[in-house]
């Protein structure tokens, strides 16, 4: 059991040895602030996209991802499929590079707040 946990687990990018475990957690320890962050506007973001849905129609959704899905799994499951992709998505890109893992989050934080405002204020 323990050799599972201690395995390492890199990946060769561009002829650099990157170690996808070690960059992942740097980042969920030094930005802690920002992952927490990130969880609270894409909750935010989920529920104002839900309110949004439920008053006027799936089809306004202007992510074509989270709209497909709205359409194939209905709006709960689809909404929450897309948030978790998004969180899957900044998980992956903090691990392929410990240096532009802050730039990631903060990018994905912005884009959330972004979105919680276009579907209070237009909705």
């Given at each position: ?37 990130l969880l609270l ?39 929450l499929i897309g ?41």
């Amino acid at each position: 059991m323990d050799f599972i946990f201690s395995a390492q687990i890199t990946m060769t990018i561009l002829d650099r040895e990157v170690s996808l475990q070690q960059n992942l957690f740097y980042a969920l320890q030094k930005y802690r602030i920002f992952w927490f962050i990130l969880l609270l506007t894409a909750t935010l973001d989920y529920v104002t996209t839900l309110q949004f849905m439920i008053k006027d129609s799936i089809a306004l959704e202007a992510n074509l991802v989270v709209r497909y899905l709205a359409y194939e799994f209905g709006i709960f499951a689809g909404v929450l499929i897309g948030k978790l992709l998004q969180i899957f998505s900044a998980m992956a890109f903090c691990a392929l590079s410990k240096e532009l893992s802050r730039a990631v989050l903060l990018l994905i934080i912005l884009l959330n707040c972004a979105a919680i405002y276009i579907n209070t204020a237009f909705s």
